[in-house]
Structures are given as structure tokens and as C-alpha cells.
């Protein structure tokens, strides 16, 4: 590939940045999932990297961003369903 094939614009990079954040989100959260079917992983673990994904959420220049509200939101909901589960 040549260095113009990466030639991106802001708004495909946010896009791109965005397409990689749900997709992690996502496959830690299956995974997540599948251990706690499995007993594997604990409550307390459960909660434990509900707070390591929050973090970042809860930082002085994120946390007042509408978007990041959202998505902390929504991980706090998922999580909660996931410790209920077991």
C-alpha cells in the first residue's frame, strides 16, 4: 500500500476510530459474557472491568461530552444485567 491509500479524512478517521471502539466493546463484552455462563468469571471481576472500561469514560475531558454520558450509560445497564447473571 502506498502512503495515499491512508490519506484519510477527520471524519473517516472518527468513523474508523468509532467502527474500533464498538467492536471492542463489544467482543469484551461476549466475552465477558460467555465466562460468566461458564463460571469463570466472578462478580467481583465483573465489576472490576466494569471499572477499567469506565475509566477512560469518567476522565475530566470525557465525562461531560453527551456522547461519552451515553455510552457510560449504557455500559453501567450491560453490566448490571451481566452480574444479575448467574
Do not use: C, W, Y
Not at 472518527?14 to 461458564?38: H, M, T, W, Y
Amino acid at each position: 500500500m502506498t502512503e495515499r491509500e491512508h490519506d484519510l479524512t477527520a471524519q473517516q478517521m472518527l468513523e474508523a476510530q468509532q467502527a474500533l471502539d464498538v467492536a471492542a466493546f463489544n467482543g469484551i463484552l461476549s466475552l465477558a459474557i460467555v465466562l460468566r455462563k461458564r463460571n469463570l468469571l466472578s462478580s467481583a471481576e465483573t465489576r472490576s472491568l466494569q471499572d477499567i472500561m469506565s475509566k477512560p469514560l469518567a476522565l475530566p475531558g470525557n465525562s461531560d461530552n453527551p456522547v461519552v454520558q451515553d455510552a457510560q450509560q449504557n455500559l453501567d445497564q450491560l453490566f448490571a444485567l451481566l452480574i444479575d447473571r448467574r
